[in-house]
């Protein structure tokens, strides 16, 4: 168990429709990054966010938006979703922001959109 | 395009037989990591090694980094039935906080 929680485990849901994916972070760190994983994509790096600011952006849609909050948990919100944006979604956490910060990882959302 | 490529995409091998695996990468690197993912599960670090260092280990685990080649490996000495999983390594540019995955190989360790 890495310390980070991800809500919800399943989700399934039509094409056109909009979701949100929620994470809470180890206690203590302040950056969260999001990740998707496809059988197509792999693995790819979405967006971090370090003590509620946006630090860094990936290969995020413009369909897609994330933030972090006050208490640092971080909501992914993905809109008018098409059959492709099936996938698994991590999130993982960090202390710092930092290139040696080791990220631990959440046990994953998968999305099924029909 | 990925950052990293790994191979072999696929190894089987029996328990107590060394398993390497390889990952390249394209540009040049801060540091490089290495993560384990049981099947539909998260993530699980493993062993980081930074762009000025050779070669780092960490109980079974040995990794070597070569810049010049821009290439790392990644052994798993004794393997074990629980060993099975998929091994990705992780790039982190010099000018990003962000990591680049490779498209991971999958160990299968037969008792």
């Known amino acids: 168990d890495s310390g980070v929680t991800q809500t919800p485990k399943h989700l399934i849901t039509a094409t056109g429709q909009r979701v949100t994916l929620r994470c809470s972070p180890r206690?203590?760190?302040?950056?969260v990054y999001w990740y998707q994983q496809s059988l197509d994509q792999g693995l790819q790096f979405l967006i971090q966010?370090?003590?509620?600011?946006?630090?860094a952006k990936g290969n995020i849609l413009e369909r897609f938006s994330a933030q972090q909050f006050p208490d640092l948990h971080s909501e992914l919100n993905l809109s008018s979703l098409e059959l492709g944006d099936s996938a698994l979604y991590f999130c993982?956490?960090?202390?710092?922001?930092?290139?040696?910060?080791?990220?631990?990882f959440g046990p994953g959302t998968r999305l099924t959109v029909t | 395009s990925q950052q990293g490529e790994e191979d072999p995409q696929a190894l089987s091998i029996q328990e107590g037989e060394n398993a390497t695996m390889n990952c390249s990468y394209k540009?040049?690197?801060?540091?490089l990591q290495w993560y384990r993912q049981n099947s539909g599960r998260g993530l699980v670090h493993l062993i980081l090694?930074?762009?000025?260092?050779r070669e780092k280990h960490s109980g079974r685990l040995r990794v070597t980094l070569d810049t010049s080649k821009k290439s790392s490996s990644l052994l798993i000495t004794a393997s074990r039935a629980a060993d099975t999983a998929s091994y990705f390594c992780?790039?982190?540019?010099?000018?990003?906080?962000?990591?680049?995955f490779g498209s991971g190989t999958r160990l299968l360790v037969r008792p």
């Open positions: 992780a790039a982190r540019m010099d000018s990003s906080y962000k990591l680049i």
């Open positions: 090694i930074r762009s000025n260092e």
């Open positions: 993982a956490s960090s202390v710092g922001s930092g290139d040696t910060y080791e990220q631990y």
């Open positions: 966010y370090y003590n509620g600011e946006e630090r």
């Open positions: 540009t040049s690197i801060n540091n």
């Open positions: 206690s203590g760190d302040l950056s």
